[in-house]
């Protein structure tokens, strides 16, 4: 392999801009696989590692774990790609790969020490790992994902991480016909969630604060559009709801939208709210429901979810930015000012 360094975008420290740098990329072995990065999506959890809000980071820090390229060189016992695949990487590179949860597909719940994070985290190899605001990466071929001739490299990046942290809960719980199933929030995850919901069958409805975007939900297969800032919302869908994915981070009454569930209805909680949130025990009781969580997907599920997008012409709605505009970027989406997730095109590094 030629690439032992190559260029990237890397906050230096904790809350440093995001400046242009080289980090190291390990020669390839048996099973890795080069790939030549085309685009990587900003996820709002890059900025939270960045910012170190979920505690001490690794220095320097290159982001970045929706990641979409083309596979440029492959390691001699490759076999599951060859050169020229469309390929994609979401938040993991790699697991224990013995534990219970790896063998049936779960790396994401990996209890052998846990999955190997695509960024800010260590490898096998006591090296730490740097994601895809860079030109390449090189990763094992069992954790990479083929991405259909139908997705644009650029749309399904998002789809790496974003897409399969609704899909799964979504798919888990048993969305489609006849089940009402609400999002909560409407920005890069909820979008995704919205346009998966609809093509799996559900009735769908968005409640996001204001029906500021009430018009592109609707036309991404919304049914209903309701603002959580008017409580006529919660008196109005009292009892409604099958399933509640909830994509926030920001820290929400819970008892209040578990009220909106059916008797068996979940609630799950895929974003990541800094403080514990309190739940009243009546708010379960009161009708058999479940407060349930959700941690994107494992390689097999990630590959069904990127299938079933191409099938249904699913992709996410982007803003293509430059490298030289991370920073700004990252302002934006702490902003929420964004329709509604930035990739960088990684030509630009």
Same mark, same amino acid.
């Given at each position: ?213 009430? =018009?592109?939900?609707? &036309?991404?297969? $919304?049914? !209903?559009? /309701? ?5 006529? %919302?919660? #008196? ?91 920073? =700004?970027?990252?302002? &934006?989406?702490? $902003?929420? !000012?964004? /329709? ?5 095109? %990684?030509? #630009?590094?």
């Amino acid at each position: 392999m030629t690439h032992t360094t190559v260029a990237a975008y890397a906050a230096a420290a904790p809350k440093a801009p995001l400046e242009k740098t080289t980090v190291p990329r390990r020669p390839l072995g048996e099973h890795d696989i080069l790939i030549d990065i085309k685009f990587a999506g900003i996820c709002h959890s890059d900025i939270h590692q960045v910012d170190g809000d979920w505690g001490e980071g690794i220095f320097p820090m290159v982001p970045g774990h929706e990641i979409a390229g083309v596979v440029a060189e492959v390691g001699p016992g490759v076999t599951r790609y060859a050169v020229g695949d469309r390929v994609g990487v979401g938040c993991f590179v790699d697991s224990c790969r013995e534990c219970e949860n790896c063998r049936a597909g779960l790396q994401q719940y990996c209890t052998g020490g846990g999955m190997t994070a695509t960024y800010n985290g260590t490898g096998r190899d006591g090296e730490p790992t740097y994601g895809g605001y860079s030109t390449h990466l090189v990763v094992d071929e069992g954790y990479a994902l083929r991405i259909p001739d139908a997705i644009p490299l650029d749309a399904a990046a998002p789809l790496l991480c974003a897409g399969v942290t609704l899909y799964s809960p979504l798919r888990h719980w048993g969305a489609g016909p006849g089940k009402k199933v609400a999002v909560v929030g409407f920005g890069g995850l909820g979008h995704l969630g919205v346009k998966i919901a609809h093509a799996m069958g559900a009735e769908v409805t968005v409640l996001s604060q204001s029906l500021g975007k009430r =018009e592109d939900g609707l &036309r991404f297969g $919304a049914d !209903d559009y /309701r603002a959580t800032a008017d409580p006529a %919302t919660f #008196t109005d869908l009292a009892g409604t709801f099958d399933l509640i994915v909830n994509t926030v981070s920001a820290d929400l009454d819970l008892n209040a939208y578990l009220d909106l569930l059916r008797v068996n209805g979940t609630l799950v909680q895929v974003g990541l709210p800094e403080n514990p949130s309190p739940v009243g025990a009546f708010a379960l009781v009161g009708g058999r429901r479940s407060l349930a969580g959700s941690m994107i997907g494992g390689i097999p599920e990630t590959q069904e979810m990127l299938d079933f997008c191409a099938e249904h012409g699913i992709g996410a709605e982007i803003e293509v930015i430059s490298a030289d505009r991370i920073n =700004e970027a990252y302002a &934006r989406v702490v $902003a929420s !000012d964004v /329709r509604y997730r930035f990739v960088i095109d %990684t030509a #630009t590094i």
